[in-house]
């Protein structure tokens, strides 16, 4: 039997965020880009005391959110292995008693994203959720939690 | 005092087998947090995605001591918490990196946000890491953490709990849970651990007193072994492939 888990509570960054892990290039890259997302619960509240885990299977960062709710990745485009490129999320707050798992596509990536088999296989109108929107010359992508346009978590 | 609209903690469900209820009532904070849709079902080989991998320099001294990253020591009962990483077929979890954080012995976190009236300790952060071995073993010296009021419900209190994050192998492997001490009375109370509703589950969460690891006029030992996930098809170890 596994075991269980257990929220990461209030005050995970005493022991999650003594480094800055949220850099996934090299310094200098000049192909690298700020994504930026809130993490929002059902009322649209930003989540203050929330982590974002992110891997490409290759690469891996996390990011906690500020009091904006707000997380923060310097990345480039993963290079596709199966599918569309994409990163897979973990999300971790206070009151989530389990981390959920979503995933980001990029927004440049229309037919791959299309042709990807998880994604692909998604309801239209929930596509969206998973789309990376471009910002300012780097990449913006919000998490909601609940609600008519939560973002869709997948079985882990 | 107001009447609860629900009760804090639900009966036992043992049904719910490893799982813990994500929505689970009496845990306040779960009811906008929780994902109010199904989850969808991926895959398994589309997510068998390789973990992150550390070394060494993940890990610095006194790293798996948090009595001795100050120059003081912090004040509290002094313990030793060891265990075993494996995973579900009981293979060993080598290099996890564990990451741990607790309350000081007087229940206070070290933390901007925190709100409880104890003190802190100035020989005491409350956060530490180290890497498995090759059997899978971890081990950390810290004092005991203390019980602290949270606000969820009227006259709520945490049960004593050191916060333990686990990378294996996979990134399906990660876990992120809370060890607690045995016999404690605040079990009954607390809807964090009784979120997970399978007994034989729950007790997974609780550590043991053990007098092998006890360190004779040093130290009480307590062993709690962590069990994650089967990884993918790609993070079997060499030896048994």
């Not at chain 1, 990376?132 to 978590?153: C, E, H």
């Not at chain 2, 992150?52 to 003081?72: S, Y």
Request: aromatic residues 10%; hydrophobic residues 35%.
């Amino acid at each position: 039997m596994r075991t269980p888990s257990q929220t990461v509570g209030p005050f995970y960054s005493i022991g999650l965020c003594r480094r800055t892990e949220n850099t996934l290039v090299l310094p200098g890259d000049p192909n690298a880009v700020e994504l930026q997302g809130m993490l929002l619960d059902g009322e649209g509240v930003p989540i203050v005391d929330g982590m974002i885990e992110i891997c490409d299977g290759t690469r891996w960062g996390r990011s906690g959110t500020d009091t904006e709710g707000t997380f923060t990745f310097l990345l480039t485009k993963p290079t596709a292995v199966t599918g569309a490129p994409h990163f897979d999320v973990y999300v971790f707050a206070r009151g989530l008693l389990r981390h959920q798992l979503t995933r980001i596509y990029f927004p440049d990536e229309q037919q791959a994203n299309a042709l990807d088999p998880v994604f692909g296989a998604l309801e239209d109108a929930r596509r969206a959720t998973l789309v990376a929107a471009g910002q300012d010359g780097g990449l913006r992508f919000d998490i909601r939690m609940q609600g008519d346009r939560a973002t869709v978590f997948f079985e882990h | 005092m107001q009447a609860e609209e629900t009760p804090v903690v639900l009966p036992d469900d043992p049904t719910f087998g490893t799982e813990v209820q994500v929505n689970y009532p009496g845990y306040r904070s779960t009811r906008l947090r929780a994902p109010d849709r199904p989850l969808v079902t991926m895959p398994e080989e589309l997510h068998a995605l390789q973990g992150p991998v550390f070394g060494e320099d993940a890990v610095q001294e006194a790293d798996d001591d948090l009595t001795r990253q100050h120059d003081g020591e912090p004040l509290g009962e002094r313990i030793i918490v060891t265990g075993r990483v494996t995973d579900e077929d009981g293979h060993p979890i080598r290099s996890a990196l564990i990451e741990v954080w607790q309350a000081n012995s007087a229940g206070r976190y070290r933390h901007s946000v925190e709100q409880h009236p104890a003190p802190l300790d100035p020989n005491f952060s409350g956060g530490g890491r180290c890497l498995t071995d090759d059997e899978g073993r971890y081990r950390f010296v810290t004092v005991k953490p203390g019980s602290y009021p949270w606000g969820n419900h009227a006259n709520a209190w945490r049960p004593a709990h050191i916060h333990f994050s686990v990378f294996g192998r996979a990134f399906t492997q990660r876990l992120v849970t809370q060890m607690y001490f045995p016999g404690d009375p605040l079990f009954r109370y607390d809807p964090i651990f009784n979120a997970v509703r399978d007994p034989r589950s729950r007790a997974l969460l609780v550590a043991e007193l053990d007098m092998a690891v006890t360190e004779p006029e040093w130290a009480l030992g307590f062993r709690w072994d962590i069990v994650l996930g089967r990884g993918g098809p790609d993070t079997t170890p060499l030896e048994d492939a």
